[in-house]
T-cell receptor, first 113, second 114 residues
């Protein structure tokens, strides 16, 4: 399974753009990159998923370079409510189907007023 | 908005007691996951099912934990006998498609073993 490495924590201010980078040097050809957000006392919530280049949705953008050994989650104009833990996952679906996922320690983002 | 439902939300019991946690996956999702989260270990994958069949339970202590899917609308995780080190938040998640679709998590069961 591809292992991921992220910064343990980050601080930001309201209105700023936040970029969280995840390293996954051993990513496999079939792996997708997925980011989740978790608030206290809640389960993780899907943010965005991509395979290569750039993906954008109403919440965030995901940038993936050509070698796919890293990815960057970009949160535009963060607010206090974006304070959460952000997890980067790299999937390793076995040939039988399924999606065994390994959550790393995540990045604890703290947004200040 | 479809959601994964977990019951109970909180459970406090004494060591040695049997604990059963239940999960109702999103209708139509064919892959179900069980995770455990603690401050020390973070989120750990315990087991996952596809089309109700267990695909991988290597993350689960086999001597006391068991996971089943009696039907497509119910997944259970049992601990017997429970121990204080089992205290954690247990999350269930479900996913559709061929399993590489995003997982949808429930709000977890907070378990405390005294």
């Amino acid at each position: 399974l591809a292992k991921t490495t992220q910064p343990i924590s980050m601080d930001s201010y309201e209105g700023q753009e936040v970029n969280i980078t995840c390293s996954h040097n051993n990513i496999a050809t079939n792996d997708y990159i997925t980011w989740y957000q978790q608030f206290p006392s809640q389960g993780p919530r899907f943010i965005i998923q991509g395979y290569k280049t750039k993906v954008t949705n109403e919440v965030a953008s995901l940038f993936i370079p050509a070698d796919r050994k890293s990815s960057t989650l970009s949160l535009p104009r963060v607010s206090l409510s974006d304070t959460a833990v952000y997890y980067c996952l790299v999937g390793d679906p076995p040939h039988t189907g399924g999606f065994k996922t390994i959550f790393g320690a995540g990045t604890r983002l703290f947004v200040k007023a | 908005d479809a959601r994964v439902t977990q019951t109970p939300r909180h459970k406090v019991t004494e060591m040695g007691q049997e604990v059963t946690m239940r999960c109702q996956p999103i209708l139509g999702h064919n892959t179900v996951f069980w995770y455990r989260q603690t401050m020390m270990q973070g989120l750990e994958l315990l087991a996952y099912f596809r089309n109700r069949a267990p695909l991988d339970d290597s993350g689960m202590p086999k001597d006391r934990f068991s996971a089943e899917m009696p039907d497509a609308t119910l997944a259970t995780l049992k601990i017997q006998p429970s121990e204080p080190r089992d205290s954690a938040v247990y999350f269930c998640a479900s996913a559709g498609g061929r399993g590489n679709q995003p997982q949808h998590f429930g709000d977890g069961t907070r378990l405390s073993i005294l």
